[in-house]
């Protein structure tokens, strides 16, 4: 355990730290702000370093083992229904709990001065999300190979783009990257694996990849079709 939370700790000051030292070098050198605002800024760094580590040393400890566990176990239980149902709340919860997810629409909401409610754009790309993970664990399931899943999302997208007003088209692809952010990627590639590891012959830990690039195209869509409603 000692050794995985150094590991953490490396990567999260290999994250950080750049960044400190090009702004450190910007201020000094170059733009030379208060130098209350870079010492403000300098104390969020080390706030977003101690949060960050505590926040991986968690996904590492408590999200991917609990993802496994409840993607073996529902597996296990033979119910296909009970599987892509909770698949799909799973998919829909870890979304609406993803920061980028609330950033995104945060942002959205100030940009169009309130035209575009945030919680509905976090609903509509929870659902998405949601949907389209309980698509990519039937794919493990039934063995379907994804380039036919994402050759019909992608085509589906290019058609909903035409009617779709342009400001949600561009909203919808930021909603789609936002998706695979730190809550969603760990828990929904644990399921997968989860999944897999019930399945023996049937499957391999190979088939959980492409479950994020799957549920990404579920906000795309998602957020399109509000476009269209209230475009």
């Not at 209350?36 to 977003?48: D, E, M, N, P």
């Not at 100030?110 to 575009?116: K, M």
């Amino acid at each position: 355990m000692m050794e995985d939370i150094k590991e953490i700790l490396l990567e999260v000051l290999q994250a950080i730290g750049p960044i400190v030292v090009v702004i450190s070098i910007i201020q000094f050198f170059i733009i030379r702000t208060p130098i209350s605002l870079f010492w403000q800024f300098f104390a969020g760094a080390i706030l977003v370093t101690a949060g960050l580590f505590l926040f991986l040393v968690g996904v590492r400890v408590s999200l991917l083992p609990i993802g496994e566990m409840v993607g073996s176990r529902l597996t296990s239980h033979g119910s296909l229904l009970l599987l892509l149902v909770a698949a799909f709340i799973f998919g829909f919860i870890i979304t609406v709990a993803e920061p980028d997810v609330r950033v995104l629409a945060h942002q959205v909401d100030i940009a169009s001065g309130g035209a575009i409610d945030s919680g509905i754009l976090i609903i509509s790309v929870a659902l998405g999300v949601g949907f389209f993970v309980s698509l990519a664990i039937l794919r493990i399931l039934m063995g379907i190979p994804i380039i036919y899943l994402l050759a019909t999302g992608y085509v589906f997208v290019v058609v909903l783009s035409f009617f779709t007003p342009p400001s949600f088209v561009a909203i919808s692809f930021d909603a789609g990257g936002v998706t695979t952010g730190p809550m969603a990627v760990p828990f929904i590639l644990a399921l997968g694996v989860g999944t897999t590891s019930v399945l023996g012959g049937k499957s391999t830990v190979a088939d959980t990849f492409g479950l994020i690039g799957l549920a990404s195209i579920g906000p795309v869509i998602g957020v399109m079709i509000l476009g269209v409603i209230f475009g």
